[in-house]
């Protein structure tokens, strides 16, 4: 069943864009997120992985995704200075969270790259 409504959603975005794959990963998220058994979870993960290039391990951050302190849009150190203006990643202002999958967004547990960290939150 889930290979179905992957296909559905996968031909209502454009995977060769950002905007496409993050509407695809969320869409399919979603869905996921209702999944009980953990390897149809994990297959889905994985599917989902191929279809956007990225990481399983970053998809399923998203699927699993519960309340965490992320840290917000000007809150991060750059080389002990703040950085001006909105995110030159997804564009938030300050004080803002990043989009999913941002590449600037920090990992509020190790503060590198939340994108590919690799921690589980």
């Known amino acids: ?5 992957e296909k ?13 794959k993050l509407g695809y990963v969320e869409g399919i998220a979603s869905v996921l997120r209702w999944e009980n058994d953990p390897a149809k979870r994990n297959e ?20 699993e995704r519960k309340k965490r302190s992320r ?3 000007g809150q991060e150190v750059w080389a002990g ?13 300050k004080g803002k969270l990043h989009k999913p999958f941002c590449d600037v967004e920090r990992c509020p547990k190790c503060r590198q790259q939340l994108l590919y960290c690799g921690c589980i939150l």
Not at 8 to 20: A, C, N, P, Q
Not at 83 to 92: Q, T
């Open 1 to 5: 069943m889930f290979k179905s409504v």
């Open 71 to 73: 840290i917000p849009f």
């Open 44 to 63: 889905g993960i994985q599917i989902m992985a191929g279809a956007v290039g990225l990481p399983a391990d970053t998809i399923r951050r998203e699927v």
């Open 81 to 93: 200075q703040a950085v001006p203006g909105n995110c030159h990643d997804c564009g938030v202002k």
């Open 8 to 20: 559905r959603v996968r031909e209502g975005f454009d995977l060769s864009t950002i905007k496409g």
